[in-house]
């Protein structure tokens, strides 16, 4: 069993940023995939962005590239999300989850991913 602690988000303004964490209980070694997902009001959830928890190499959704990094600290156990030039349409339920024994590019669905943090709502507004 692995548990993630989130914390960060809450209420920004257009143009801002944000930068959400989730801390693991147990160290994660390699061959895992973390991610950050996110539900807007309405939506299903989407793919923000994961990163290879042995290689440290990323992907990130159309939505956020070239504005959002994902990062992970081993030995504190973190995985970090930070959104700049943030958009109303960045409004949603954010969620950090794991998936254990895959690298990201054997990560094809949500399913996959086995573990998930308790979820942090980000409100963007004008």
């Known amino acids: 069993q692995v548990q993630l602690m989130q914390s960060g988000g809450g209420s920004v303004q257009v143009g801002g940023a944000l930068r959400l964490s989730c801390q693991a209980s147990?160290?994660?070694?390699?061959?895992?995939?973390w991610g950050w997902f996110r539900q807007a009001p309405g939506k299903e959830r989407e793919g923000v962005a994961k990163i290879d928890t042995g290689t440290s190499e990323t992907l990130y959704a159309d939505s956020v590239k070239g504005r959002g990094t994902i990062s992970q600290d081993k030995v504190a156990k973190a995985l970090y999300l930070q959104i700049d030039d943030l958009e109303q349409e960045d409004t949603a339920m954010y969620y950090c989850a794991i998936a254990l024994g895959r690298e990201c590019n054997n990560v094809a669905s949500q399913r996959h991913f086995d573990f998930w943090g308790q979820g942090t709502q980000v409100t963007v507004s004008s």
């Open positions: 147990t160290y994660i070694g390699r061959n895992n995939c």
